[in-house]
Every structure is written in C-alpha cells, then in structure tokens.
C-alpha cells in the first residue's frame, strides 16, 4: 500500500506561483511512476504532468512552459512547480503513483487563482 500527501495549495493571484508536493510511503518510492492531475468543480480529473523512475518528464499541452514536475528519491517526495498560474489552473490538486499493476491517489490539494 503506499500513501499520498499532497501540500502546498493556496490562493494566489494570476499570473503567480505555486509549489506543490507530495510526500509518498515505501520503499520503492524511486521505481513509481508519479504524475499530477487536477480536477476543476464540474469538470472530469485531467492530467497535469508526469515523472518517470529515470526522471523522464511528460506533459500536455497546458502546462508545457508553466508547470515543472520532479522528484527527490532521497526524500520520498514529488514537486510541481507552477508559475504563470491563471484563473482555469483553478481545481484540486492530486498525486497519483502507479507501481508494478496499481494506481494510488492522494487526497488532493485545492489552487485557486483568483484573477
């Protein structure tokens, strides 16, 4: 079983930052897959950015030149960090670890930007 904690969420202004975090239980933090996704009132969960165990990094669209994911293996934990924020990067916030066959969500962190 491995646990999610996410923090770091806030209201900030557009055009702000933001850095999120999450910290992850087990041993086997550096082989997860960890991703960020988010998820605005009304709308369906939408992925933010990803990292691999070989710190490759994935993005859509929307957070390419916005948004950096990495990782510390040493601390267990994954960042996000966000700059330029606007107004639709409103939403909650949430890590996800996928390892061997399972997929596991942290609580989720809300942003809110307020323009």
């Known amino acids: 079983q491995v646990q999610l904690i996410e923090s770091g969420g806030g209201l900030v202004q557009a055009g702000g930052s933001l850095r999120l975090s999450c910290a992850a239980s087990?041993?086997?933090?550096?082989?997860?897959?960890m991703g960020w996704f988010r998820q605005a009132p009304g709308k369906e969960r939408e992925w933010v950015a990803s990292?691999?165990?070989?710190?490759?990094?994935y993005y859509p669209d929307s957070a390419k030149g916005r948004f950096t994911i990495c990782r510390d293996n040493a601390k267990n934990t994954v960042s996000l960090q966000m700059n330029s924020l606007k107004p639709e990067d409103t939403a909650v916030y949430y890590c996800?670890?996928?390892?061997?066959?399972?997929?596991?969500w942290g609580q989720g962190t809300q942003v809110t930007v307020s323009s």
């Open positions: 996800k670890a996928r390892f061997e066959t399972n997929n596991y």
């Open positions: 990292i691999s165990s070989s710190n490759a990094t």
């Open positions: 087990g041993r086997s933090f550096s082989s997860y897959f």
